[in-house]
């Protein structure tokens, strides 16, 4: 059993190599994400974010694609937080009340 777990590992290990590859390099300005300009004219990806957001995603809820759809993997720690939280929100307030023993 353990030998599947290695090789499970190893080509997780290599799947995540192999999708890094087609990657920018990191502070690439060339890349495709900084080729949009603001309105001030300063390269960077959060005016491609606005412009293309609704076309892309479809969705009218600007924030919901940016975190989602173009910054998944950035922010998939903030998201598994929220995640927990409602989970919990939801096994707290569905919590029910324990009857007394006194009670009739």
């Known amino acids: 059993m353990k030998i599947v777990n290695w090789l499970l590992l190893i080509a997780f290990g290599a799947l995540l190599i192999y999708g890094t590859t087609g990657l920018p390099n ?3 300005a060339g890349a495709g994400m900084h080729s949009t300009r603001s309105l001030v004219d300063s390269p960077g990806a959060s005016s491609f974010y606005i412009r293309n957001a609704l076309r892309d995603a479809k969705t009218p809820n600007m924030v919901t694609v940016i975190l989602a759809d173009y ?3 950035d922010t998939l720690g903030e998201e598994t937080v ?3 939280a409602g989970l919990i929100c939801f096994l707290v307030l569905r919590r029910r009340k324990k ?3 006194n009670s009739r």
């Open 26 to 28: 990191r502070g690439d």
């Open 71 to 73: 910054r998944g993997f």
């Open 82 to 84: 929220i995640l927990t």
């Open 99 to 101: 009857p007394l023993k």
